[in-house]
C-alpha cells in the first residue's frame, strides 16, 4: 500500500481530481492549503508556486492506494503537466507505509 500526496495551485483542482477518477482513485481526501516560497530569489519559473509572491492558493490531496495505480496517478500526473503552458505544475509524492492501525492497509516490508 502506498500513500498517495498531491499537491497543485487552486485552479488545478478539478483537474487533480480528474486524473485520480481516471487512475480509479475511489477514496481520497483533500484540504484547501497556502502554498508558500520563501525564496525570494528564486526566479518564476523555479518557482513551485509559479507566482512571484510568496503565497498562493493550492490544494493537497492524499490517498492509500495499490502501488499500480499510484504509478498510473504518476503517468497522468506528468502527461498533464507536459501540456500546461503555466509554469505551475500538480506535484506528486509517492510514500510507503511503514506502518498503521488500519485493517485494510498491506504494508510493505
Do not use: C
Not at 63 to 81: G, M, P, S
Amino acid at each position: 500500500m502506498k500513500l498517495l500526496l498531491i499537491t497543485a495551485i487552486k485552479a488545478y483542482e478539478p483537474d487533480v481530481k480528474e486524473i485520480l477518477e481516471s487512475a480509479a482513485v475511489t477514496k481520497y481526501s483533500y484540504n484547501e492549503v497556502t502554498g508558500y516560497s520563501g525564496d525570494a530569489q528564486e526566479s518564476i519559473v523555479g518557482n513551485w508556486f509559479a507566482q512571484d509572491n510568496n503565497e498562493t492558493d493550492s490544494v493537497l490531496f492524499f490517498a492509500f492506494v495499490r502501488k499500480e495505480i499510484a504509478h498510473e496517478v504518476l503517468t497522468l500526473a506528468n502527461a498533464f503537466n507536459d501540456k500546461q503552458i503555466l509554469p505551475s505544475q500538480v506535484h506528486v509524492a509517492i510514500l510507503n507505509i511503514e506502518e498503521s492501525n488500519h485493517p485494510h492497509l498491506t504494508l510493505v516490508q
